[in-house]
């Protein structure tokens, strides 16, 4: 059998946690790997949670397990479900691992634990991974044979399990963040056996399980080498891994081409870049102009804008062009959409936050400027669309409001 201890997926985020565009799409390459060359277990860990998260909601689960069968086959004892919307994966699954003398199977539980940072995503929680092998273990024991805990810890976090979890037979534990790690030593806790995965499937680990007479259990374990004398090339796996290759490289493309699509559209004036789509006047609705106009009598206020973050917001999108995706400008930039670029719908919104994204579309004003305009009758609500627990973790209303008073 061939399992995985966790740590699967790449889990490199953007400034706001989530992950890239081009890992989503790396990880989705490893999945269909994992399927292809089937692992039988997949432990879901901190890092990997992020990936696998949206397919635990009830409204994706079903249709998600039906196309992608390695969700079929993850575990997680400690990671809790708090939204109602969300179901969380399995704590623990049975295999039959058939005798090689054609005697009795044998029925072998897999334990999913995991440290608990980072932190998990919306809706989900992390509890000690003890304590939720405290009750796993005992639950998957009455069903098997041999328990086998695999655990993304800490060697001393996977010593710890095993002293307050003693039904476990052996604790497979991915500890390793660097080369050296890897070699952790196997050793005992009370009855229980840990064991290290290696370093970034450098090499594979071996256990192997022989039964005495009396019908209990001892181990042998090793590393074996990945290099091409062991274990010769395999075309269909290089054909895979070029086309994962691929694909994550053209979704960078894809990212950078987008970014720069939108910079050429918004630096174009566009008469008329949306407005209110649900007005019933045959009017055409008000416009987004920019700040620049707004300066004609607001002028110190607009000086107040243009030396805040504001005013500067679309300029980190810049630095970070392998990240961006349409979402992006909900927040770092202004207006409607409307515009087509390569034949594709992209948004023609100012770049960065202009006054008009909290005060509404002013061309009207300007041609007919009245007292009344723009009030902003809840600051809480029209702040926080943006400036969110996941995009601005930390952000304070109040002392934002005092960076940007007008």
């Not at 998990?120 to 092998?133: N, R, V, Y």
């Amino acid at each position: 059998m061939l399992v995985d201890s966790g740590y699967s997926m790449a889990d490199e985020r953007n400034a706001h946690g989530r992950l890239r565009p081009d890992i989503i799409i790396k990880n989705d390459w490893v999945a269909k790997a994992y399927d292809q060359f089937p692992i039988d277990v997949l432990n879901v860990s901190s890092h990997d949670l992020r990936y696998f998260a949206e397919a635990f909601s009830k409204s994706n689960f079903a249709r998600i397990r039906e196309t992608k069968p390695l969700f079929t086959r993850i575990v997680g004892a400690n990671t809790v479900a708090e939204s109602p919307s969300l179901v969380a994966p399995r704590p623990f699954i049975v295999r039959d691992l058939p005798s090689r003398e054609g005697g009795k199977a044998i029925r072998v539980a897999f334990v999913g634990l995991t440290e608990t940072k980072p932190a998990p995503p919306a809706g989900f929680k992390f509890t000690d991974p003890a304590e939720a092998a405290k009750i796993a273990v005992p639950q998957a024991r009455k069903n098997a044979d041999v328990v086998v805990a695999l655990a993304k810890l800490s060697a001393a976090e996977a010593d710890r399990v095993a002293r307050e979890a003693p039904e476990i037979d052996v604790i497979i534990a991915g500890n390793a963040e660097s080369i050296l790690e890897s070699f952790t030593a196997p050793h005992y806790v009370g009855q229980t056996l840990i064991v290290f995965t290696p370093f970034e499937t450098r090499m594979v680990g071996e256990l192997r399980f022989y039964r005495g007479l009396q019908g209990k259990f001892t181990t042998k374990q090793r590393f074996i080498a990945l290099d091409e004398t062991l274990v010769p090339e395999d075309p269909g796996a290089k054909q895979l891994v070029e086309a994962a290759m691929g694909a994550e490289s053209q979704a960078r493309s894809n990212s950078m081409k987008l970014l720069q699509d939108w910079l050429t559209v918004s630096r174009t004036r566009i008469a008329n870049t949306g407005g209110d789509s649900n007005s019933k006047s045959n009017e055409p609705p008000a416009d987004f102009v920019g700040s620049s106009a707004c300066s004609q009598c607001h002028t110190t206020q607009y000086l107040k804008w243009a030396n805040g973050p504001h005013a500067h917001a679309a300029d980190p999108l810049l630095q970070r062009g392998v990240e961006f995706e349409a979402s992006c400008l909900d927040c770092h930039a202004s207006g409607p959409t409307l515009a087509t670029a390569n034949n594709k719908q992209i948004t023609a919104k100012l770049q960065s936050v202009h006054c008009e994204q909290c005060h509404g579309p002013g061309s009207k004003h300007i041609a007919n400027p009245g007292k009344g305009f723009g009030r902003i009758s809840d600051m809480q609500s029209t702040c926080l669309k943006c400036h969110s627990a996941e995009t601005s973790r930390g952000f304070d209303l109040k002392a934002g409001w005092e960076r940007i008073k007008h």
